[in-house]
């Protein structure tokens, strides 16, 4: 079936523009993640969805980013006024459920260049 | 401290041979430890989760899980050219949260 996708693929924007990336989980999955790779770096949890609901936003670097999920589906992740330190791969991985026990499936990831 | 450290490498071993990549990780609790694959300018992409003490083999890789020593390996047989990628852990922390090694890159040199 269809894995996780991701859009767009590539971002180049402005300093001081808004970005919004999109997640599309896999079919079922009510679980869906993001994550942010900097170069060299490991993956940053950034926030967590179980249904449309966000438990754990403890992640988010700054209060100009924010997410959303609709119908326990898509998922949209704003990053507002954003900065070259926001340049990164964005990642959006989604399971069965929210818990230690399910696997995560990542999509292809957004990369993030702000100019 | 780092939540989950892996040798950043490069790990070279020649084609055929047995790559063994570690993982430490410091939360007693984790109960569920992941390996993933990641080719560069790739996302990651899922080899196995282990769950409990002991081996896990499916094909070419085996998963080495020791919970008293907070330790958690990945071994690939026979490896190939195309095994040479980064290799990241994941070790779950809490309910949910899952936390990323930086990974180790490997190479297998043909």
């Known amino acids: 079936g269809a894995g996780v996708s991701q859009s767009p693929s590539n971002k180049v924007t402005e300093k001081g523009k808004d970005v919004e990336l999109r997640c599309d989980p896999i079919s079922g999955h009510t679980a869906l993640y993001w994550y942010r790779q900097s170069l060299g770096q490991g993956l940053e949890f950034l926030i967590y969805f179980q249904g449309n609901s966000a438990p754990d936003k403890s992640g988010l670097p700054s209060d100009r980013f924010s997410a959303e999920r609709t119908g326990g589906s898509v998922s949209t992740l704003t990053i507002q006024r954003t900065q070259q330190e926001d340049s990164a791969v964005y990642l959006c991985?989604?399971?069965?459920?929210?818990?230690?026990?399910?696997?995560?499936?990542f999509g292809p990831g957004t990369r993030l260049t702000v100019t | 401290q780092k939540e989950v450290e892996q040798n950043s490498g490069p790990l070279s071993v020649p084609e055929g041979a047995i790559a063994s990549l570690n993982c430490t990780y410091s939360d007693r609790g984790s109960q569920s430890f992941f390996w993933y694959r990641q080719y560069s300018g790739k996302s990651p992409e899922l080899i196995m989760s282990?769950?409990?003490?002991g081996d896990k083999e499916d094909g070419r890789f085996t998963a080495q899980l020791n919970k008293a020593s907070q330790y958690v390996s990945l071994l690939i047989r026979d490896s190939q050219p195309s095994d040479s990628a980064t290799y990241l852990c994941a070790v779950t922390v809490g309910t949910y949260k899952y936390i990323f090694g930086t990974g180790t890159r490997l190479k297998v040199l043909a």
């Open positions: 991985a989604s399971s069965l459920s929210a818990g230690v026990s399910y696997e995560q499936y």
């Open positions: 282990i769950y409990s003490n």
